[in-house]
Nanobody, 122 residues
Framework: QVPLVESGGGLVQAGGSLRLSCVAS????????MAWYRQAPGEERELVAA???????YYADSVQGRFTIWKDNAQNTLDLQMNSLKPEDTAMYYC????????????????WGKGTLVTVSS
């Protein structure tokens, strides 16, 4: 496990952009997968994007082409660039890391940040 801290959330108008950052208090070099999840009020947690140790990426259909995930092993950071934001992107966004499958976060991810709130106004 590694402590994770997110930043970069805020209020933005529809069509705007935000960049979320996640800083790990430890090396992320050997972590199998890192990911961004989001959870809107009354909704289930959703996997937004993930990146493997080999830099393979996954995006949810709802964000494909609008969001970009990348990580910097030297800086121990994970970032999510979010463009063309929509009101439906409004949620608390969480950074996570772990050894397993990000599609099964309860078993696959063992480190979580406290989240950063993204609000997109129409």
């Amino acid at each position: 496990q590694v402590p994770l801290v997110e930043s970069g959330g805020g209020l933005v108008q529809a069509g705007g952009s935000l960049r979320l950052s996640c800083v790990a208090s430890g090396s992320i070099f050997s972590i199998n997968v890192m990911a961004w999840y989001r959870q809107a009020p009354g909704e289930e947690r959703e996997l937004v994007a993930a990146i493997s140790s080999g830099h393979s990426t996954y995006y949810a259909d709802s964000v494909q082409g609008r969001f970009t995930i990348w990580k910097d092993n030297a800086q121990n950071t994970l970032d999510l660039q979010m463009n063309s934001l929509k009101p439906e992107d409004t949620a608390m966004y969480y950074c996570a890391a772990g050894p397993g499958d990000p599609h099964y976060p309860d078993s696959g991810m063992d480190s979580w940040g406290k989240g950063t709130l993204v609000t997109v106004s129409s």
